[in-house]
């Protein structure tokens, strides 16, 4: 049945680093659908997402998603009545893929386009349903790109609190991994193989940076390809789950006595963890008992809405302000925010 004007439903596509995804998503945060389809198979071999190598598979990808995603969501395109998009940062040539298709698709029909910042929608996962969080509250964003505490007074918007100094803590479960030598992307691998190991086997540090709430990694990459090193090759694979659980415990650490200090100073209530990195189970416990802990409620969203994916960037866009056709076709990708 087909909804008129302001019900009609969301389709967002998001395309800011290795996974080409769609989304259907009704203004009241719904997910009517969420598919991603993974390109990382095709990076593995290099250990790391080649920019060009995304960019050209996006193209091909793009356009079965999007099928596939409104197939899934039991809505044709003549149902959609708002298309949003991920603006950046990220991989400009990957974006550009993301942003031309979302154009194309709302031009031929002119529908309004919201262009939106991958980071927002991170921070804005925890407001789709069924948590359906509402302002205010801290967002922990942890993914491979960025590492922050944000704080969302209302929610087109929100301001950073502290944030990583130098590698996020997905490039340090990346990293680590591949001193490890886990397959890649290192975080699922890190977290898989930490299961079967001890945390207290290996002390790694928690670094402090500064008085704030930043965060700092590069130290516990460096003690850990020291560790590796001291181990030599044969002894490191026999202790990896020891030196992955010990690893991960010193990351999930830092990233949990940063957010109770953030809570702590800034006394709000609710809390919710965003990014690739909040799938992490150590994390996902730990979030939960710190809720516990200190009377906050956690919202912790299902695994498939905190690593990349599109409806996060619909449940962005439900609170911002859309673009009226045909304003939105010289609108620019940005690699970089600020
Ligand atoms: O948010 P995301 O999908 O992409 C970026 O915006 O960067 O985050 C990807 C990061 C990678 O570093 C990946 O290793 C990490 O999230 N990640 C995990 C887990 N799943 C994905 N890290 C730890 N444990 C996991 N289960
Ligand atoms: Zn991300």
Known sequence: MSEPGEARSILAIETSCDDTCAAVVTRDGEVRSNVVASQGLLHERYGGVVPEIAARRHLEAVSPTVDDALERGGVTLEEVGMVAVTAGPGLIGALLVGLSSAKALAAARELPLVAVDHLHGHVAAATLAPQRLEAPYLCLVASGGHTFVARVDEPARYGVL?????????????????????????????DRVASEGDPGAFAFPRARPGTGLDF???????????????????????????????????????????????????????????????????????????????????????PSLCTDNAAMIAGAARFLEPIEFPGYLDLDAFARTG
């Open 162 to 190: 502290g944030r990583t100094l130098d590698d996020s803590a997905g490039e340090a479960f990346d990293k680590g991994a591949r001193m490890l030598g886990l397959s890649y992307p290192g975080g699922p691998a890190i």
């Open 216 to 302: 700092s990694f590069s130290g516990l990459k460096t003690a850990l390809l020291y560790r590796t090193r001291e181990l030599g090759e044969t002894e490191t694979q026999r202790r990896a789950a020891d030196l992955a659980a010990s690893y991960q415990r010193a990351i999930v650490d830092a990233l949990v006595t940063r957010t109770r200090e953030a809570l702590e100073h800034e006394g709000v209530a609710r809390l919710s963890i965003g990014g690739g990195v909040a799938a992490n189970s150590e994390l996902r416990r730990r979030a939960g008992e710190l809720g516990e802990e200190m009377g906050v409620r956690v919202s912790v969203p299902d």
